[in-house]
C-alpha cells in the first residue's frame, strides 16, 4: 500500500483543518487506518484509527471531540477533519495503514505515509 498524506498546512488556534490520505497498491478495504503525529522533539504519537468497514472508531483523549476519523473505500481515502487546533496540535501529521494489531501502537502499522505539516498559531 502507498500512501500520501496531504492538507496540511497553517492556521490560527480555533480554526479547522481538514487532512486526506490517499492509498494506492494493495486493496484499501482490507486494512484499519490510522493517523499518528510528531512534534519537534517528540516521539509519533497515535492520534485516531478507523476499522476496515468504518464501524469503529478510536481516539487519542487530547483530540477527543475536537477530531474526526473517517473512510472512503471506494475513493481509497482517510480523512482527518481537526476542529478547535490549538497551538500543541502543531505536528507532522502521518496516515499509516494497518492489518492487525493494536492500533493504537506504532508497531501495528505496515505502511506510511510521508507527512503532512500542520502548523497551528496562538
Do not use: H
Not at 482490507?30 to 519537534?40: C, E, I, K, L, T
Not at 478510536?58 to 476519523?69: E, L, P, W
Not at 471506494?74 to 500543541?88: G, H, R
Amino acid at each position: 500500500v502507498q500512501l500520501q498524506a496531504f492538507g496540511g498546512g497553517l492556521v490560527q488556534a480555533g480554526d479547522s483543518l481538514r487532512l486526506s490520505c490517499a492509498a494506492s497498491g494493495r486493496t484499501f478495504s482490507n486494512y484499519v487506518m490510522g493517523w499518528f503525529r510528531q512534534a519537534p522533539g517528540k516521539e509519533r504519537e497515535f492520534v485516531a484509527a478507523i476499522t476496515w468497514s468504518g464501524g469503529s472508531t478510536y481516539y487519542a483523549d487530547f483530540v477527543k471531540g475536537r477530531f474526526t476519523i473517517s473512510r472512503d473505500n471506494a475513493k481509497n481515502t482517510v480523512y482527518l477533519q481537526m476542529d478547535s487546533l490549538k497551538p500543541e496540535d502543531t505536528a507532522v501529521y502521518y496516515c499509516a495503514a494497518a492489518r492487525s494489531g493494536n492500533i493504537r501502537s506504532r508497531g501495528a502499522y505496515d505502511y506510511w505515509g510521508q507527512g503532512t505539516l500542520v502548523t497551528v498559531s496562538s
